[in-house]
């Protein structure tokens, strides 16, 4: 949710990012509305106040009393009004996106994303390597065909040494971002649609959400919605603050839209795991943040050994909350190419005004938070490591940060 007095002060600079954002809220009558919703809020103030005034004279006097009598319909009228005014406002308002950085480039979709850098060196390879697909059958690692039977597509099995991988990486993943000052949590795996609306979710990506029937649930697509929902309502000490959460949970995506895109293997999935960093801190401060999380992604990525590119995210590709948002990219050898595995992205306090999350100050001030949500790891790094480390015999040499939790340093084809 964006301030509404920026849209009262500055109304042409929120038609033009609405326009560079493809929204199509007519912002003209949404001004228009918000006029004669606080005209009415005027007229209700200024009759209770005369109401309650009069009310004392009641007793007394009986043209006081007729005077109370003839303000109720009139009351009643107005207070009725001033909250139908109030429910289109919140409505339209609820599909406006957030402002958005001068740096944001131009452009459609990923493949306007500008290249900010690329770190690593790109694996050699005496033969073609193979995808992570056909490494995790050889292995007997990967099982999508079981997956398919026992939910649907887009549903798989890590199983054996493939789990164990998995699980190493998630552990140590949360034990050096422990390091670098964030808290962890298990956080539940269902979330209210206040919850999705709050983050920015709903209604901008309802299409994205496994809602669960007869119920005002779903399931998460992503523990930022559990971590960030954690606050909601809530007054915040500006003196602890920054806060840093992290949490691994499964996430779930209905993928609606996907269809055409690369989907071979597990890279495009139904269900996938996922690391989260959440940071709440003073509006001052997201923008170290916002860097903050995009160098622990780095480090971490570094540390497993993994080429990447870092990309700043067009507007095409930028989901409707962001602020401003970077992608890593991971090198996959199997593919030949880059493809994303942590977004990181600076919310401003367009979720905590949805929230109603605030901190206050050392002097009393109080003021929205800023949120920035960001992926530590997925899946899709655990498919990096198979397709990057590869060997002839289709083997796969472990990460050396990762051997003393898998206990084995290299995964064999299956005999």
Not at 16 to 29: F, H, Q
Not at 150 to 158: N, R
Request: charged share 30%; net charge negative; proline share 4%.
């Amino acid at each position: 949710m964006i301030d509404i007095k920026l849209i009262r002060e500055n109304p042409e600079l929120v038609k033009k990012n609405c326009c560079r954002r493809g929204c199509t809220v007519d912002i003209d009558e949404l001004v228009r509305i918000d006029s004669e919703y606080r005209a009415a809020v005027q007229k209700v103030e200024l009759l209770r106040a005369e109401r309650n005034r009069l009310s004392k004279e009641c007793r007394d006097n009986p043209e006081a009393r007729e005077q109370v009598k003839s303000m109720k319909d009139e009351l009643a009228r107005l207070e009725a009004l001033m909250v139908e005014l109030s429910d289109i406002l919140d409505e339209k308002m609820s599909w406006l996106p957030n402002m958005l950085d001068v740096s944001v480039p131009d452009g459609k979709d990923d493949a306007d994303n500008f290249e900010l850098r690329k770190e690593g060196v790109l694996p050699q390879f005496t033969f073609k390597p193979r995808d992570h697909q056909e490494l995790g059958e050889m292995l007997d690692i990967i099982d999508t065909q079981r997956g398919a039977k026992v939910a649907q597509a887009g549903f798989y099995y890590w199983k054996g040494k493939g789990a164990q991988l998995c699980n190493a990486m998630y552990f140590w993943v949360q034990q050096q971002l422990n390091a670098r000052g964030f808290t962890t949590f298990l956080t539940p795996c269902v979330a209210k649609e206040k919850t999705l609306f709050g983050t920015g979710y709903l209604p901008f990506f309802a299409d994205q959400t496994f809602g669960l029937k007869d119920s005002d649930l779903a399931l998460i697509g992503t523990s930022e919605q559990t971590l960030v929902g954690y606050h909601a309502d809530e007054l915040l000490e500006g003196e602890k603050l920054p806060l840093m959460y992290s949490a691994f949970t499964p996430c779930f995506r209905t993928e609606a839209g996907s269809y055409g895109k690369a989907s071979r293997g597990i890279f495009r999935v139904h269900q996938f795991h996922k690391v989260e960093q959440i940071v709440f801190c003073r509006p001052e401060d997201s923008v170290k943040y916002h860097e903050f999380c995009l160098e622990n992604e780095e480090l971490l990525l570094r540390q497993l050994g993994i080429p990447y590119r870092v990309v700043n995210v067009c507007v095409g590709d930028m989901g409707a909350p962001g602020y401003k948002k970077y992608d890593i990219e991971a090198y996959f050898a199997g593919f030949g190419t880059y493809r994303e595995v942590t977004s990181n992205t600076n919310l401003t306090d367009f979720q905590a005004r949805r929230l109603n999350i605030r901190f206050k100050d050392k002097d009393g001030n109080k003021n929205f938070v800023h949120t920035i949500s960001a992926t530590a790891v997925t899946d899709r790094v655990a498919i990096a490591i198979l397709e990057n480390n590869q060997q002839a015999d289709g083997s796969v040499i472990i990460p050396e940060v990762l051997r003393s939790l898998t206990g084995f340093d290299r995964i064999e084809p299956v005999k």
